[in-house]
């Protein structure tokens, strides 16, 4: 019997949770989707009586980055995941099984569960010179993908290289990397991008589909709304230090040791959307600007190519003019994201962000090139 045909309720039971860790763990998940509290009950209902929807991982040209991640995440621990929520079928890094025994384990499930099992894909798909720059088992990534994505009921590309190629296709991408909704156009696909992933709105993503048996509403991008509709310049613990005019100018000079804003030193807050300054890492401890470096943006579309050089001020970067400030570079993306917003029965269901305040004029000191 596939442990797939036992609901989440009866494996959670047979691990000792209690329906108040339940009720703790849908709380916290909801808050990560930005969802009221009134549809905790829905949801606790929802995941205790689902069932065990079976899921596949696979990996292309990565460096396990997204895998580690979610290995190394405590919330939720991936055990749960792992052996409670989900049927974890088929993924390289942690499955016991290799060779024919790995294969026949994907295979079985392409055939079996077609139609109603998930699939994440980490990594870039190359197509270039048919595919053969990325192979396992004697087959292309482009081929796997092509048969386990499109036989899925839904895909989930986890970091910026199953996004849209991440760094393997910045310039000059000899493999001809692409991301999955370019390389397997066509598929139902949520982008979680990142370098890497974060495991908590990954999660989420899938107790949203285990409760209303769909996706939850996406950005132009097919982003999660929740995990990337607010830029992250508006989100900052530094923001205030912005405002006021207070700014690191150099490493480890007085303002980086007093945690003062990092736009001078590169800081790409004002031109992403993701919820690093809310989810954080680490067990909810902390995020890259809290530790002391600006945002590269990992999130946004071809970050690698777009946003470098990382340490460059946001007006050099192109696409941006030089006498744009970062409020208003800020108050263009919110306006674009708004634009594409997929039309999507849920989202009523998500509280509308907050309007990003608009910063004053810069003084003369921020607009030097």
Not at 37 to 56: F, I, N
Not at 108 to 117: A, I, N, P, Q
Not at 141 to 148: F, L, M, N, P, Q
Not at 169 to 179: H, I, Y
Request: proline share 6%.
């Amino acid at each position: 019997m596939l442990a797939s045909e036992f609901d989440v309720n009866a494996a959670l039971q047979s691990r000792g949770f209690t329906r108040r860790q339940l009720v703790k763990y849908c709380s916290g998940i909801l808050a990560t989707l930005a969802m009221p509290e009134r549809y905790l009950a829905q949801t606790v209902a929802a995941v205790g009586k689902a069932r065990k929807p079976v899921l596949v991982w696979l990996q292309f040209q990565d460096c396990t980055g997204c895998s580690e991640s979610m290995l190394r995440s405590s919330h939720p621990d991936v055990a749960e995941v792992l052996l409670d929520l989900l049927s974890w079928e088929y993924h390289e890094v942690i499955m016991a099984g290799a060779g024919g025994h790995a294969d026949a384990v994907l295979d079985r499930v392409v055939k079996e569960e077609k139609g109603k099992y998930l699939v994440v894909v980490e990594g870039a798909i190359p197509t270039a010179d048919g595919g053969g720059y990325c192979t396992i088992g004697g087959r292309s990534a482009i081929d796997i993908a092509e048969r386990v994505c499109r036989n899925a009921a839904a895909t989930i590309a986890v970091g910026a290289c199953a996004f849209d190629g991440g760094l393997v296709r910045s310039a000059p991408n000899p493999t001809g990397a692409l991301g999955v909704h370019e390389a397997v156009p066509g598929i139902k696909v949520i982008n979680m991008a990142g370098c890497p992933h974060n495991p908590a709105n990954t999660a989420a993503v899938v107790v949203h589909y285990l409760t209303f048996n769909d996706l939850p509403a996406l950005d132009q991008y097919n982003r999660p709304l929740f995990a990337y509709g607010r830029v992250i310049h508006d989100q900052c613990e530094r923001r205030a230090h912005y405002d006021a005019g207070r700014f690191v100018t150099e490493w480890g000079d007085e303002g980086h040791r007093k945690g003062w804003c990092l736009y001078k030193m590169g800081c790409k807050g004002p031109a992403a959307t993701f919820n690093c300054p809310v989810v954080q890492w680490n067990d909810h401890t902390s995020w890259p600007i809290r530790a002391g470096h600006g945002c590269i943006a990992c999130a946004s579309p071809r970050f690698w190519d777009h946003m470098s050089p990382f340490y460059d001020r946001l007006p050099s970067v192109p696409g941006f003019g030089v006498e744009t400030s970062a409020g208003e570079i800020g108050l263009g993306l919110v306006g674009a994201v708004a634009v594409g917003v997929t039309a999507h029965g849920l989202i009523t269901l998500i509280k509308p962000a907050p309007k990003p305040v608009t910063t004053p004029a810069e003084p003369e000191d921020r607009r030097e090139a």
